[in-house]
């Protein structure tokens, strides 16, 4: 029995050896944050020094794409690994993660992290309250509906399975209802609580391997807000407007301004609490954002030109609406100050933080890591293409090979949309639609779509085979 003890005390302190030089990982999701919106992808109207200092310091990617045009499918690309043709959750409608799916969280755990998801879920309509303990996430505080989400001021947010009481005060038709609403009684705002949230479960764990999902609400709009509230902000409600407050500008974009201020703010919190903990040079600090920008709650997204040069927004397939920034921050991996025009997607997350903390990667995912391309090390493997479908909305799907990129709108109708072809390359704005120049690449195009979806219970047919033919 002594011997026994010995060697597995042994073994308690080669796995804590090995466990110690496993890097920390903290992936910051945006919420309806635009390509456009971040100094480092060119904007020029509002300035974010936090997040374009963690560009400087890392890698910049200029082809990284959403897994999909709205919240929930594309949350779900990015926890499991795989396209919105493959993954469970499609659609902002119903449809809940099921137990023989694999998270990341689930993933990371195997190799000894502890993992947290500290803001919104909204993964699925409607889910547990446990549903992100229940998937692999040894913490969790915020919002589990993806409508909870759209209060910055909700009277409770979730802890662990369970409520926990907020002082707001909600007094309109939505109360009672996933706690959507608009506050009366604002006193305390959610995203700051979140930040706090974030900071504490770095401070508790600055001594193992965890793995840090801060998944923001902001700048989402609060949508039950946009047209009924009569606050000056409407449905972008901040604190204060801070350095816009005199600014001659309608009452929803300086909210907007400022909730960009305050993100900034917060990702130059947790990069100077990584190093005042002593982590910084062995964490994995990570940036981007769910979809493209919204236009709701009385904000227009050209009033800062949120989607830069690119055609779309939040809920369209184009690319305003899936191609998002991406930074990566791993000092001594990572080199400072450069940039990649690697086609990738939420889909490879899940195979890159695996491969970074030395743990199984699942079979048959959808993504590829991007270890060799953050880091110099060995040939990075590229996509055959990728795909994306979007349930609602009579159904749209559309598929990036190369530059080429065919989209179909009305997909699930008697009378399904034309294609539309696009050398995003050529043509970032996707002005030129050159699908009746190329019918032989938009057939093999459309063959791939064929291909990509895998039909289930809650997505049958997405559109019949008759209606995929150009």
């Known amino acids: 029995m002594r011997c026994l003890a010995i060697t ?72 499991t690994g795989l396209h919105t043709g493959h993954c469970r959750v499609r659609g902002n ?56 989400a759209h209060n910055f001021y909700p009277e409770f947010l979730i802890r662990n399975g369970k409520q ?22 604002k006193l305390d705002y959610v995203p700051d609580l979140l930040t706090n949230e974030a900071l504490h479960f770095m401070r508790d764990n600055a001594s193992r391997p965890f793995f840090l999902y801060y998944a923001l609400n902001v700048p989402h709009a609060n949508n039950e807000g ?34 960009m201020r305050n993100i900034d703010r917060d990702v130059g919190r947790i990069l100077n609490e990584l190093k005042s903990l002593g982590i910084d040079d062995n964490t994995i600090v990570m940036f981007s954002s769910d979809n493209g920008p919204h236009q709701e709650g009385g904000h227009q997204m050209e009033f800062f030109n949120s989607n830069g040069d690119l055609r779309g927004m939040k809920r369209d397939l184009y690319e305003g609406g899936v191609r998002v920034p991406l930074i990566v921050r791993w000092p001594g991996k990572v080199t400072a100050g450069t940039s990649s025009n690697h086609i990738s997607g939420f889909q490879d997350v899940l195979p890159t933080l695996a491969e970074i903390a030395g743990a199984d990667v699942p079979e048959n995912l959808d993504g590829i890591s991007l270890v060799p391309d953050l880091t110099g090390t060995g040939a990075q493997r590229s996509h055959e293409f990728l795909y994306w479908e979007f ?77 995929q033919e150009p």
């Open 8 to 79: 597995l005390a042994s073994l308690l302190i080669v796995t804590d050896s090995a466990n110690a030089e496993k890097p920390n990982i903290v992936y910051i999701l945006a919420d309806d944050a635009g390509y456009g919106d971040f100094g480092c992808y060119g904007s020029t109207l509002l300035p974010t020094p936090s997040i374009d200092r963690m560009a400087s310091e890392g890698m910049r990617f200029t082809r990284h794409y959403a897994g999909c045009t709205v919240c929930a499918p594309s949350r779900c690309v990015l926890m």
């Open 93 to 148: 409608s119903p449809g809940l993660l099921l137990d023989e799916d694999i998270t990341i969280a689930e993933v990371l755990k195997t190799a000894g992290y502890r993992t947290a998801c500290i803001g919104k879920w909204g993964l699925g309509a409607p889910p547990p309250l446990s549903d992100p303990n229940d998937q692999g996430f040894d913490e969790f505080y915020g919002y589990i509906s993806m409508w909870h």
């Open 164 to 185: 926990e009481a907020l002082r707001n005060i909600s007094q309109t038709r939505w109360k009672g209802q996933d706690g959507r609403g608009v506050a009366t009684n």
């Open 226 to 259: 946009g047209r009924h509230n009569p606050a000056p902000e409407r449905g972008m409600e901040v604190p204060d407007f801070g350095p816009y407050a005199d600014k001659d500008w309608p009452g929803p974009e300086k909210g907007f301004a400022a909730i």
């Open 391 to 467: 349930s609602e909305q009579k159904g749209k799907r559309a598929v990036l090979k190369g530059d080429w990129k065919l989209v179909q709108l009305q997909v699930a109708t008697k009378s399904p949309s034309d294609f539309e072809l696009y050398n995003v390359g050529d043509d970032v704005a996707e002005k030129h639609d050159v699908a009746a120049q190329h019918p032989d690449l938009v057939r093999h195009m459309a063959k791939l779509m064929m291909s990509a979806h895998a039909p289930n219970q809650r997505y049958p047919l997405f559109p019949t085979e008759k209606q």
